[in-house]
């Protein structure tokens, strides 16, 4: 793999999980990273808190909960999307953010503005990766 493309997905990785911790006070367990054409993904398990995996036990919570985190990445995610954008040094035309209450892992999908070179990387999502 091209060492410069691994330090930017490291690099995002770094950012993704900083957004994590400053919207929900804790980082996830691990962070994987993947950079491939126009298309970016970054998987973060383990940013549920315990009051909101008692929620999603249920239906109707579980949906709350997925919407809750939906809306707040939406309204929030601006300073992730530049971290994204200083990184690569291209656009990001879209971004979303899914969460899977049975596992507790977020995926967040980013639509660039042109390709960048492939990349992937994963760690631990612990400050200084």
Known sequence: ???PSSRMAKQ????????EYERTGHRPTSVTVVLTGDTLVVSLPGV???VEMDLAKNPAGAAC?????????ANSCGPLRQAIESVTGVKVREGRS???TETGKVVQ??????SVTA???SG???KGL
Do not use: C, K, P
């Open 1 to 3: 793999m091209d060492e």
């Open 12 to 19: 995002i990785g770094q950012a993704a999980s900083d957004y």
């Open 48 to 50: 549920m808190s315990r």
């Open 65 to 73: 909960v997925r919407e809750f985190h939906r809306q707040v990445f």
């Open 98 to 100: 899914e969460l899977w």
């Open 109 to 114: 999908m980013f639509l660039l503005a042109d």
């Open 119 to 121: 990349g992937t990387w």
């Open 124 to 126: 631990n999502g612990l």
